[in-house]
């Protein structure tokens, strides 16, 4: 292993109770209601025949995955744009009915059960597709597609990743491609979104604990990327619902405001947090046998074990001003997003 003299490599890790209703940090890993439990079961679905109504005098949109970081955040936004908001959840809790205070309409529903998105996508204009790192992607993304046809063809704006290649030995990474070609051919309106690495890892449950401890902890050797905080993605997302044609058919990146490596990074967050972070890059197999050790779900550790080395090799580099093109705003920094989340990275 590669790291600082005298940095403890090891901390006791404690993955998060499924049961516990701050988990919503860790969404785009692990899908809501889902993380760490068993398959979610009890779906309550719309009655089949009795499709939900919507204003005519408002651009109506869909949003699934609509408790999760990015969704959440689209359908805030989307609301204040103007627009009628029908968002998707797997089942009615707290954060459901925060969605519907601010104005939404809640559909509950679930991506694998193709009768729940039809009903939901009655009378969309344009729908928001996210799904996590975790098995079932394609049936998702054909059940999907199937539904916007049978609804009318509402345009599909598609949160994939940057790393989505053919070529890739992530799982995730190919499977991505392949849902990318899915919506191509299903001849809907489509605009594909290709976010390069959350934020938010930094509060992921395998990161935070090193991080606390003042260890920035990743095996990306000299790679680069612009990191992008889900808040950023969602205005983004909004921007689109409410005016997708000029992007119908485009791939368009979004990346934070800076491109760095990890030695840069660790300098923002020490500035941020008032205390030093070190980089401690190691080898690939030696970081995925870790997450094993601490309980993370196998796809995640497969995904990884191939989206670092596609990271080594410069896939999630670049940077551009898209969140800023289509918001009007820039996204955050590393600093900025530090300094809103301090009292997580300190433990405090």
Not at 46 to 52: A, D, I, K, Y
């Amino acid at each position: 292993m590669t790291g600082k003299p005298g940095v403890t490599t090891n901390p006791t890790v404690s993955m998060p109770d499924p049961r516990d209703p701050k988990r919503g940090i860790y969404d785009i890993w692990l899908a809501p209601e889902r993380r760490y439990a068993p398959p979610y079961t009890g779906v309550r679905r719309l009655r089949e025949g009795s499709p939900v109504s919507s204003p005519t005098d408002r651009r109506t949109v869909f949003i699934a995955g609509a408790t999760g970081d990015t969704g959440r955040v689209a359908v805030r936004e989307s609301l204040a744009l103007g627009l009628q908001v029908r968002a998707m959840v797997h089942k009615k809790d707290s954060r459901s009915d925060a969605l519907e205070k601010l104005g939404a309409e809640i559909a509950v529903g679930d991506l694998l059960e193709i009768d729940s998105i039809r009903a939901a996508m009655e009378g969309v204009d344009a729908a928001y597709f996210v799904w996590p790192v975790q098995t079932g992607l394609i049936n998702a993304v054909v059940n999907f597609a199937q539904a916007g046809k049978e609804a009318g063809g509402p345009t599909i704006v598609n949160l994939s990743q940057r790393s989505a290649r053919r070529e890739s030995k992530s799982h995730s990474c190919r499977d991505s491609y392949i849902a990318e070609q899915v919506f191509n051919w299903s001849g809907l309106p489509v605009v594909h979104l290709r976010p390069t690495y959350f934020l938010e890892w930094l509060l992921y449950p395998w990161q935070l604990p090193y991080l606390r401890q003042g260890i920035l902890r990743m095996p990306v050797g000299k790679g680069r990327h612009s990191p992008i905080a889900a808040d950023d993605q969602g205005r983004a997302i909004a921007a689109i619902l409410m005016a997708p044609e000029p992007h119908i058919g485009k791939t368009i990146p979004l990346s934070g405001p800076v491109e760095m490596d990890h030695e840069q990074m660790a300098a923002e967050l020490s500035e941020a947090l008032g205390r030093k972070i070190v980089f401690q890059d190691l080898p690939i197999t030696e970081y995925c046998a870790s997450l094993e050790a601490m309980g993370v779900p196998a796809y995640i550790v497969q995904h990884l074990s191939g989206a670092m080395e596609d990271y080594q090799n410069g896939v999630m580099s670049g940077a551009d001003d898209n969140v800023e093109r289509l918001t009007g705003r820039r996204p955050m920094t590393v600093r900025e997003f530090t300094r809103v989340h301090a009292a997580t990275l300190n433990g405090s």
